[in-house]
Nanobody
Framework: VQLQASGGGLVQAGDSLRLSCAASGRTFRTYAMGWFRQAPGKEREFVACISGSGGSTYYTDSVKGRFTISRDNAKNTVYLQMNSLKPEDTAVYYC????????????????WGQGTQVTVSS
């Protein structure tokens, strides 16, 4: 599976962005998908994940109520809708694929996209 993330950019605090992650291959629906982020000088951290069917989602506490993960298996794409963005959301965002749902550790994800930069100004 190859993953291509897009949709990042420079926005102001309070704005919204939608990230997309397009996947290759016909097995996309068999993978749980996750979004991670890495800010400068910090470790990569889990943001959200979604089951293969899209019926279950899970978020880190800092983004609950602001971010929404979704997927369209017909389009082999997973999304991250980010609302009410804060400067602390500034990071490179990565999409990744895992065999099991509700994995929050980077080591549990086997395929990774290249990352897309999100910068939120105050």
């Amino acid at each position: 599976v190859q993953l291509q993330a897009s949709g990042g950019g420079l926005v102001q605090a309070g704005d919204s962005l939608r990230l997309s992650c397009a996947a290759s291959g016909r097995t996309f629906r068999t993978y749980a998908m996750g979004w991670f982020r890495q800010a400068p000088g910090k470790e990569r951290e889990f943001v959200a994940c979604i089951s293969g069917s899209g019926g279950s989602t899970y978020y880190t506490d800092s983004v609950k109520g602001r971010f929404t993960i979704s997927r369209d298996n017909a389009k082999n794409t997973v999304y991250l809708q980010m609302n009410s963005l804060k400067p602390e959301d500034t990071a490179v965002y990565y999409c990744a694929a895992a065999r099991d749902y509700r994995r929050t550790e980077s080591r549990d994800y086997i395929y990774w996209g290249q990352g897309t930069q999100v910068t939120v100004s105050s």
